[in-house]
């Protein structure tokens, strides 16, 4: 059997162009899914597959490429995927730097660093529609999508509230895009949710197994399912005594933390966000260096 | 006196029909069933003027196509035929001018479903159908207020519990599910969640039906106290003569698909004019 | 101090790639590697499954995938799947005439004698489900002899031809309403994605595709009870196809090649719907690449439930499109089932805030 050499960017040309067109037509409707036909990538359904072929169909020759899956560039689906995309994409480079990269293909996190207008994230989605919780026929959601009906998700978060004092819904926070449509804005924290709003860089969504991709434009509004007398919470980091927890390795105050057992059943934590982590570091030796 | 709704020739056909439908059914035929083309002719030819805060009834058996009356009005379905306008009356505190008209059957889903929300109040024979029994009673209540955009947590909760109380639910059940409460205690929480938005037009079909004597008339008691409270017009379907004469000063009666009656309550109790009427207001006696 | 270790990604994939060869090359280092023909040909129904499943004909990758993924059906599969998006689509296939397909094998279960009669073919179907321990070592020289002994004594004027379908003797006698000629195109699954509610074609698209066992378990809940279809198969068939496609420069359609496919129709109850005509039976259509019997039945079952469900409500899992046609495919069902493997820290730990404020609540409620 001859051996197949691949394509730039693994697609044949037309099927990029065919998601481009998707990510066109996203952009111009801020929150809507759009449907688009999905390829069967080398890696499983549920593995990025979505965010990868839109990562592939944007990427040009110039592109210098940063993976994360849980904030790190070092998890092993984020080398993966790294690994695939240059193995495919001869040429383009590949970063772990937030600041220098200008395409950031991600996992359940949003960057620490601020991103800026140069850049554009995409970010890969198990569920792309936030009223699958209320309503599992994906015909009817269609039209309550449409009419921007989201009561019956509304009244989740007024349940919540009456039964736990709290919106128990952790990550995946639903959240409404320009006034209309109310996006999933996959397994992100909600510490990452206000990051989508007025964002400088463009935000693709890409859900492979699902078949859709979704965008929140640059400088768009994107606000967090609430109600007016009830603030929306991100994750609490403060340690009993109500003092805010620092990352054990870096010394920063102001990070999404992962929390770590062990094996004494102590607890500590790290910046979730490894290159946030590595710059504050590296700043802090610097500092202390200046200092000596 | 203001109307509110104008509905004229309506009509529904369930199946393919055929030119000889019309002609082949209705009380003179003694069926509503095409026996050319086996379609159901559920009404035909329905008209009527509901005026504001006054209270209509829709009277007939089971089949008659009372149901499928205020079923079409609610845009549950569809009708075959036929027309209807709603005139809105916008309420004093909102600018008191004369509110807007809408021709029910040429809205999108979408218009439909904005007055379902905000000017209509539907409550069903089947607690099942009016109320979601997953979510607690004052959840149920809240759905309907978020579908009108009211987003204050707070505002919300006094709204569900201040008509809870109206409804007479004990505040203490606010936030039990509906699945565990009395028929009548169902019914009553249905009444609170179709009043939410304060709509100027109410339909009632067979509310009362399948409760116990005394519930019933706690039930018809509470809808005429709302009624004289709010002014809401109301249509109410019923198969029971005890509830068309104490709620409704005007009342059509339907069988086989077609109105055979109409007119005032008292006169078509007390003088009859269609054998079918006679037969039911005897019988009831 | 070190970044935590649970990170540390490259070497481990490495690692695990290193692992799983070995175990491809087994434990004793003194095993023969398999060879594609032996699984192209010994192993023919695994690749028939591999090829329906993966939506690509192509028996000789397929067999490469099985021995790649040593016999995961659904990583094969998914294999074929991934390697079909780094080709364009240069031609659109016309609709294919099945009458004109070459079987190996055609039953009805309908008619005790049907045009140009029954053909078992290569079937098990009645054969006893008993271990042949011979087999175990089976010498080269018996196993050759097998397929000599076997074209011997076939006459070459018996090799089978084509044969009348019999849904063609249903329809003259008017018990099956006339074929609607669709003059729309097939809906493309791999160029489009299913947004319901969907054309029969693209229903059946993703059937053909579907994975086997998942395919077969829905369609056996509307078997006993969980629907009303009450099947009887018509006609099964297997066999090579050939394929159609118009010629690149005159567009005059000419044979390409052929293709093995299984092919079921199924008959069910007859519905009244008065006012276009008399009742007539009802039909449910399978089809699919390679020899799948059970796939290409349960497929038929399944389009008819579907059929059902999508012109009167789906009364039951099995009539509802969306349930059915999102649920499944192998590709995107193993996937996702596969990616909870993957770490989820920064959810779990979103969970575990909301967990800790609630539990906090409620203690403060006491």
Known sequence: MTSHAYNFGFLDEYAKKEVRRAILKAIAIPGYQVPYASREMPMGRGFGTGGLQLTLALIGPDEIVKVIDQGSDDSVNAVNLRQFIEMTCPGVSTTTCTAECTLLQTRHRIPELPLTAEQIIVLQVPYPDPLVVVESSENKRKTMHGEADYSRLLVKLYEDIVKYDEITISHRYPTRINGHYVIDPSPIPRWDVAKLNNSAALLLFGAGREKKIYAVPPHTRAEPLVFSDVPFRVEDFRDEAGQRRVCARCGCANSFLDEFVGDAGNKTYQCSDSDWCDEQLQRAEQVQGVAA | MNKILEVRNLGKIYGPGCPQCIDSTGPEADTNLCPHCDSLVAMHGVSFDLFEGEILGIMGESGSGKSTVVNTLYSEQAPSAGEAIFYDPVSAAEGGKSGKQHELFALNAAQQRWLRNHRFGMVYQNPQRGLNFNITAGGNIAERLLMSDLMDYGAIRERAKSLLARTEVLLSRVDDLPKNFSGGMQQRVQIAKALATRPPLLFLDEVTTGLDLSVQARILDLILEIQQELKTSMIVVTHDLGVIRLLTGRAIVMKYGRVIEAGLTDQILEDPQHAYTQRLVASAL | ?366
Request: aromatic residues 6%; charged residues 25%; contains cysteine.
């Open chain 3, 1 to 366: 101090m070190a970044y935590v270790a649970i990170k540390g990604g490259r070497a481990a994939i490495d690692g695990a790639a290193e692992a799983v060869e070995f175990m491809r090359a087994g434990s004793t280092g003194k095993e023969a590697p398999l060879q594609l023909d032996a699984i192209e040909q010994q192993l023919r129904l695994l690749v028939s499954r591999v090829i329906s499943e993966g939506g690509l004909y192509h028996p000789r990758l397929a067999s490469l995938a099985i021995k790649q993924f040593q016999g995961d059906t659904l990583e094969a599969a998914f294999a074929l799947r991934a390697y079909r998006s780094t080709k364009p689509r240069l031609l659109e296939t016309p609709p294919q005439d099945t009458s004109r397909m070459r079987c190996i094998r055609r039953i009805s279960s309908a008619f005790k004698d049907i045009p140009g009669g029954q053909m078992l073919g290569p079937t098990y179907d009645y054969a006893l489900r008993l271990m042949r321990l011979e087999l175990a070592d089976e010498t080269p020289e018996h196993f050759r002899a097998i397929s000599r002994r076997f074209l011997a004594a076939t006459p070459e004027a018996q090799l089978p031809a084509t044969f009348p379908k019999v849904l063609d003797a249903l329809r003259a006698e008017g018990l099956l309403p006339p074929v609607a000629e669709s003059r729309e195109a097939a809906f493309d699954i791999t160029r489009e994605a299913l947004t319901f509610p969907v054309p029969r074609s693209a229903a059946l698209a993703t059937l053909a595709r579907a994975e086997t066992g998942s395919l077969l378990g829905i369609a056996y809940s509307n078997m006993r009870g969980y629907g009303d279809i009450h099947p009887t198969v018509a006609e099964l068939r297997v066999g090579y196809l050939p394929v159609m496609l118009p010629h690149p420069v005159t567009g005059e359609t000419m044979e390409a090649g052929e293709v093995l496919i299984t092919e079921c129709e199924v008959v069910a109850m007859y519905e009244g719907n008065a006012a276009d005509g008399p009742p007539t039976f009802t039909l449910g259509y399978g089809a699919c690449l390679g020899h799948n019997e059970t796939k290409a039945i349960s497929m038929a079952i399944l389009d008819r439930a579907l059929q059902k469900g999508m012109k009167d409500g789906a009364a039951n899992p099995s009539e509802d499109p969306e349930f059915v046609l999102l649920h499944v495919d192998g590709v995107d069902s193993m996937g996702f089932c596969s990616h909870y493997k993957m770490p989820h820290y920064v959810t779990f730990q979103s969970d575990m805030d909301r967990l800790r404020t609630t539990q906090k609540k409620s203690k403060e409620r006491v």
